[in-house]
């Protein structure tokens, strides 16, 4: 009954910002991540950041590093995405996702197709444009 929410996309100038929102419910056990990941038309989706629930370790791809900072709020069962510095490649569908068993760097480096992730949200439009 794990569920997904994505919200906080839109439309932003380069340079600019944006924050990203995931509401996360129905999760059973302490061991795993969740994070973001993020697609456009004709490409494999790709972690972009993603947090351990264990110890709260993060990992950043890295054309986010020192741009986009993950972290969690679990007194409200949210994630965020807070992305500076905005790039026109940083254009996507971002996804919300969490994986049982994994550290953070394992689920955001992963080939999603072969090994998968356990649940995901329904993605939010991010374009970056002048």
């Known amino acids: 009954q794990v569920q997904l929410v994505e919200s906080g996309g839109g439309v932003v100038q380069p340079g600019g910002s944006l924050r990203l929102s995931c509401a996360i419910s129905?999760?059973?056990?302490?061991?795993?991540?969740i994070g973001w990941f993020r697609q456009v038309p004709g490409k494999e989706r790709e972690g972009v950041s993603c947090i351990d629930n264990v110890d709260g370790s993060t990992y950043y791809t890295d054309s986010a590093k020192g741009r986009f900072a993950i972290s969690r709020d679990n007194a409200q069962n949210t994630m965020y995405l807070q992305m500076d510095s905005l790039e026109p490649e940083d254009t996507a569908v971002y996804y919300c996702a969490a994986a049982y068993f994994a550290t953070a760097q394992s689920m955001c480096t992963r080939n999603v197709k072969i090994h998968g992730i356990d649940f995901w949200g329904k993605g939010t439009l991010v374009t970056v444009s002048s």
């Open positions: 129905g999760v059973s056990s302490d061991y795993y991540s």
